[in-house]
């Protein structure tokens, strides 16, 4: 695993900083990969830094929602039943994370993530 992060000026300006953090934080408020998808669909060609978070983010929504869904699957084999509290408690806290990384101009790569958007 090879770590894609794109040169970015030292430090990150403020705007980009703002940008990479709602794409990370806007899910919160009910708006899952839709989001992250204006963001980085807005800012990846301006912005690198912004472009890599948006995509990271999206990427992680995707990959929620496939969780959600496999754990909906599975609480006929009763484990779904502990997955459908766990994945999004785990979702939270990470979501935090990225978010708080981005705002102090850092990478953040989401862990137990599918990347489905690239570049």
């Known amino acids: 695993m090879t770590n894609d992060y794109p040169a970015v000026p030292e430090p990150v300006p ?12 806007v899910p919160l408020i009910g708006l899952s990969f839709i989001g992250p998808l204006v963001i980085w669909l807005m800012k990846r060609d301006e ?8 995509r ?19 609480m006929f084999v009763l484990i779904g039943f502990i997955l459908i509290f766990v994945v999004p408690i785990f979702a939270l806290v990470v979501m935090i994370i990225a978010g708080v990384k981005a705002a102090n101009g850092e990478f953040y790569r989401y862990p137990l993530t599918l990347r489905f958007v690239t570049g």
């Not at 403020?14 to 934080?25: D, I």
């Not at 912005?47 to 948006?54: C, E, K, Q, R, T």
């Open 56 to 74: 990271e983010a999206l990427n992680f929504q995707i990959s929620l929602i496939i969780y959600v869904i496999g754990s909906i699957v599975l």
């Open 14 to 25: 403020s705007e980009s900083r703002g940008w990479a953090t709602a794409a990370h934080l």
């Open 47 to 54: 912005d690198a830094f912004v472009g890599y978070h948006a």
